[in-house]
């Protein structure tokens, strides 16, 4: 079962899970490396808002449940 945690880095490269999780036995795990979340344009979040609007509607939903 694949399992996604999420988690800081810090600039020595030290992970800090931001839950805390338990194992049954030692696992593997990928680290994907993201941008920065201030790296997020100014306008896609002032546009968050309104989006919201316009696609959190019954009819959004119902257009689009084929896909889910």
């Keep these: 079962m694949l399992q996604t945690i999420e988690a800081t880095i810090d600039e020595q490269g030290n992970v800090r899970l931001l839950q805390p999780i338990q194992l049954s036995k030692p696992r593997r795990?990928?680290?994907?490396?993201?941008?920065?979340e201030r790296?997020?344009?100014?306008?896609?979040l002032l546009s968050e808002a309104s989006l919201a609007e316009d696609w959190n509607r019954s009819e959004e939903d119902a257009a689009w449940s084929h896909l889910q």
């Design 29 to 36: 795990a990928y680290v994907t490396i993201l941008d920065d």
């Design 39 to 44: 790296d997020i344009p100014e306008t896609a």
